[in-house]
């Protein structure tokens, strides 16, 4: 039991003890900086249940718990705020129970059940972006932090392999590309792939100009430019099983997820599952045809399928086209059962998607509810901004979006010119040095993005993610480098019992009740779905670590336990930093 869930009962007992009243909750806060205290108890909501002055009734509470509470030492009442200070003692016992507990904070034995969370789930026909990035980097990070609370966690993506978007790359490869590969080119897959979406782009725009100019119609044009026939004839093409069509879709798809692999290992990330589209676009037909025969669904007069949600404040929604054909709905609503199929011990998804589709997954979700799926109360939609870069930064490749290859290359070239300009790097060897600005730059982009909550728009700034000040990956990286300096400097054994009589240092007592909170911080991410959570905690905690190094002798201390205890608490709080950063696939040099 905690000890914050301790005094909760405590309390609740002297209120009983003390007036005959059974109290529902107490409240509590950290105690303020200006008063002397730990944690304070809130009186004033008691009010409602006990009449009386609220700084007698906090003095009264407050004597109970000093009578009955080893680990109050004392008590004082500002106001209606009973603060208490804790006894040294408890934080010293909770550092000795802790202090050599491997991945302190996280659950070791899983829950029943499984979450999956997908992810990334690009299209084939161009690389990945900024925006991916930001979707792969929080559904990555949720994932790890679902483990880390305790729960069996699957990482999936659903690739949107087929379609109209991957037949133009196709049909431009065919009509431009003179039998262009990535190995001939040396372009990596999914640019290559890239580069004929773009070509078809610009033979499409040409088309229609053209026609325009002939006195077509501009909307007329868009719908007859002879290109775009070409393409959905090869859509047609590609789904009657054509052979020829088939073996080119399979050949431009398999460069395109080499390409993605090389991202996804350069950016930290991975699967346990990959779904793709052409296996699951026919799925859900049948569940639609199952619906409708319970009354979930309803026919219209041109023999569509739909769903009237209106009763549930939205509104009529197609499940199926009058020729019988699927919607992008009927495709999810299948999906989701086939995971459950593939993997029984689901019982709830998280899907990582971008705030243009929260209206989608409210109906999605609404309709597995109504097909009687009891995993469908426990779905999620990691629902996120988007990401914008100040203008006249990164051009990319095609022009027009920021891909993740650029954005990665930048990053590492920005913590190589600041690194440089710090003058921190004196003894590298220059393979050291390379992968020192990999993981400087890498874990300031990742950190950037995933320190703001994942419902707000972001603008990302490569220069300021890189600064070794404030609230940064490089800050809180070079903090932990510094802790490790401390430990290879330490020529004692460091992992002795601790003296729990010892006396506290203000600074150290403040670092515990930091790492205290590494637990509970993990257990409300999770429940937020919310990698910023652990970020921010991560940048408390190294504020506080600076704030202790700067006013507190380690190695010069000459009393052997304080010394040996600080190196300690030093190695714990690099630790903890470590795990944290681990939550958010963000790395840790050793030296900076």
């Known amino acids: 039991m905690s000890l914050q869930n301790d005094l909760t009962q405590k309390v609740i007992?002297?209120?009983?003890?003390?007036?005959?009243?059974?109290?529902?909750?107490?409240?509590?806060?950290?105690?303020?900086?200006?008063?002397?205290?730990?944690?304070?108890?809130?009186?004033?909501?008691?009010?409602?249940?006990?009449?009386?002055?609220?700084?007698?009734?906090?003095?009264?509470?407050g004597e109970y718990l000093q009578e009955h509470v080893d680990e109050v030492a004392k008590c004082n009442v500002v106001q209606g705020f009973l603060n208490i200070v804790i006894a040294e003692s408890y934080y010293l016992n909770f550092f000795n129970s802790i202090k050599d507990e491997v991945d302190f904070g996280y659950v070791k034995t899983p829950s029943k059940g499984a979450t999956m969370v997908?992810?990334?789930?690009?299209?084939?026909?161009?690389?990945?972006?900024?925006?991916?990035?930001?979707?792969?980097?929080?559904?990555?990070?949720?994932?790890?932090?679902?483990?880390?609370?305790?729960?069996?966690?699957?990482?999936?993506?659903?690739?949107?392999?087929?379609?109209?978007?991957?037949?133009?790359?196709?049909?431009?490869?065919?009509?431009?590309?003179?039998?262009?590969?990535?190995?001939?080119?040396?372009?990596?897959?999914?640019?290559?792939?890239?580069?004929?979406?773009?070509?078809?782009?610009?033979?499409?725009?040409?088309?229609?100009?053209?026609?325009?100019?002939?006195?077509?119609?501009?909307?007329?044009?868009?719908?007859?430019?002879?290109i775009l026939l070409e393409a959905q004839e090869m859509l047609r093409k590609w789904e009657a099983g054509d052979a020829e069509v088939v073996s080119l879709w399979k050949t431009m798809n398999g460069w395109v997820y080499e390409g993605f692999d090389t991202t996804y290992k350069n950016l930290g990330v991975d699967f346990d599952k990959l779904y793709y589209e052409s296996d699951t676009y026919l799925l859900g037909r049948d569940v639609v045809k199952d619906g409708l025969e319970k009354g979930v669904f309803f026919k219209k007069e041109d023999g569509s399928v739909w769903i009237d949600l209106t009763e549930d404040g939205l509104d009529e929604k197609i499940v199926l086209r009058s020729d019988g054909t699927a919607v992008y709905m009927t495709q999810d609503i299948g999906t989701a059962i086939q995971r459950v199929t593939d993997f029984p011990d689901i019982n709830g998804m998280v899907y990582t998607v971008g705030n243009e589709q929260d209206y989608h997954f409210k109906v999605l979700f609404l309709i597995l509810k109504k097909l009687g799926y009891s995993w469908a109360e426990k779905l999620y939609h990691l629902s996120y901004g988007m990401v914008d870069l100040p203008s006249g930064k990164m051009k990319s490749r095609e022009g027009t979006v920021v891909d993740a290859d650029d954005l990665i290359q930048n990053m590492e070239e920005t913590a190589e010119t600041i690194s440089k300009e710090l003058g921190k790097l004196d003894g590298y060897s220059e393979e050291e040095k390379q992968k020192l600005y990999r993981t400087i730059g890498l874990g300031a982009l990742k950190y950037y993005i995933l320190k703001v909550d994942p419902k707000k728009r972001i603008l990302f700034n490569p220069e300021e993610s890189v600064d070794f000040q404030g609230n940064t990956g490089p800050f809180i990286q070079y903090t932990y480098a510094r802790i490790q300096s401390i430990l290879r400097k330490a020529d004692f054994d460091v992992s002795t019992a601790l003296d729990v009589t010892?006396?506290?240092?203000?600074?150290?007592?403040?670092?515990?009740?930091?790492?205290?909170?590494?637990?509970?911080?993990?257990?409300?991410?999770a429940e937020n779905y919310s990698p910023a959570l652990i970020a921010n905690y991560t940048y408390d905690l190294v504020k506080e670590f600076n704030s202790f190094y700067q006013q507190v002798s380690i190695l010069g201390e000459t009393d052997e336990q304080k010394k040996n205890f600080r190196v300690q608490l030093s190695k714990k709080v690099g630790e903890v930093i470590q795990s944290a950063f681990k939550l958010l696939g963000i790395e840790v040099p050793e030296r900076m």
């Not at 009983?16 to 200006?34: G, M």
């Not at 792969?136 to 609370?149: F, Q, R």
């Not at 010892?502 to 991410?525: D, S």
């Open 118 to 226: 997908e992810y990334s789930s690009p299209n084939t026909n161009k690389p990945l972006h900024l925006g991916h990035i930001r979707n792969n980097l929080l559904g990555y990070s949720v994932a790890e932090i679902l483990k880390a609370s305790g729960k069996k966690v699957y990482k999936a993506q659903i690739i949107n392999d087929r379609g109209i978007h991957i037949c133009k790359s196709m049909l431009a490869w065919q009509k431009f590309g003179d039998g262009e590969t990535p190995e001939s080119s040396g372009i990596k897959g999914d640019h290559l792939v890239g580069k004929y979406y773009v070509a078809f782009d610009k033979a499409y725009k040409e088309q229609i100009a053209e026609l325009v100019a002939s006195g077509t119609p501009k909307d007329k044009a868009e719908k007859e430019a002879p």
């Open 13 to 61: 007992e002297a209120v009983k003890q003390l007036y005959q009243v059974d109290l529902p909750t107490v409240e509590f806060q950290p105690t303020r900086k200006d008063f002397e205290g730990d944690i304070t108890v809130v009186v004033f909501p008691m009010l409602r249940f006990v009449k009386g002055n609220p700084v007698q009734i906090g003095a009264q509470i």
């Open 502 to 525: 010892m006396e506290l240092h203000e600074k150290e007592k403040e670092l515990l009740k930091q790492i205290q909170l590494f637990p509970e911080t993990i257990q409300l991410a």
